[in-house]
Structure formats: structure tokens, C-alpha cells
Nanobody, 127 residues
């Protein structure tokens, strides 16, 4: 049974930090491209950051230099460290995974429809 479970969301003041985690099970996550998406009310779900199975990372322009994505293949987990948070970062954050043979295609340009597995999301509110 495939599961992706996010944790670490919450409320924080602008300028603060949060660390989101995604715990996976039921598939070989270490070989998958993984990513974080977010969706604010009334807006489309957008990719925030991705990380390939070999650790190659890619970020949306809006979060570059503020967010850091990482993964622990031994424990099948992924983390998103968010710093210098802004009110516009407020959204539901989702982790996602999909199998991609080549790391070059594991990027934030990969659309919502190109991801196989999704978590249920964790809310981040910045005020």
C-alpha cells in the first residue's frame, strides 16, 4: 500500500522557518523523483522544489535561496526546509513522487499530471 505522509506544517510569522517532512512507504522511493507542491485557495497547484533519486535539486524561482529540499533514501523520507517565510507562501503543501529514468526530467517544470503518487498535504500559514 503506497503512502506519502506529510508533517511539519503550522502557523509562523513572516520571516520564520518551518521544516516539512514526507515519509513514504509501499514503493521504492529511493529510485523515484520526488517533489513538493503547494496550492493556495483559488490557485493552481504549483511545484515548489524537486529532487531526483541522485540528489539533483530544482526550485521554483519564488523559493530559490529560501527553501531547501533534501532526501534520505535509507529511510525513504524527504524534507523541505523553508526559511524567510512570506505571507504568499501560505498554502497546503503536498509531497509527490514519480519514477523518471533520467534526472534531467525531475524538475519543477514537470506538471501536476506527471506525478504518480501524492500525499494528503500539510497546511502552512504565514502571517
Amino acid at each position: 500500500h503506497v503512502q506519502l505522509v506529510e508533517s511539519g506544517g503550522g502557523s509562523v510569522q513572516a520571516g520564520g522557518s518551518l521544516r516539512l517532512s514526507c515519509a513514504t512507504s509501499g514503493f521504492p522511493a529511493g529510485t523515484y523523483c520526488m517533489g513538493w507542491f503547494r496550492q493556495a485557495p483559488g490557485k493552481k497547484r504549483e511545484a515548489v522544489a524537486t529532487i531526483s533519486s541522485t540528489g539533483v535539486t530544482n526550485y521554483a524561482d519564488s523559493v530559490t535561496d529560501r527553501f531547501t529540499i533534501s532526501r534520505d533514501n535509507a529511510n525513504n523520507t524527504m524534507t523541505l526546509l523553508m526559511t524567510s517565510l512570506r505571507p504568499e507562501d501560505t498554502a497546503m503543501y503536498y509531497c509527490a513522487a514519480t519514477f523518471i529514468p533520467r534526472s534531467i526530467y525531475c524538475s519543477v517544470s514537470r506538471g501536476y499530471g506527471g506525478w504518480k503518487y501524492w500525499g494528503q498535504g500539510t497546511q502552512v500559514t504565514v502571517s
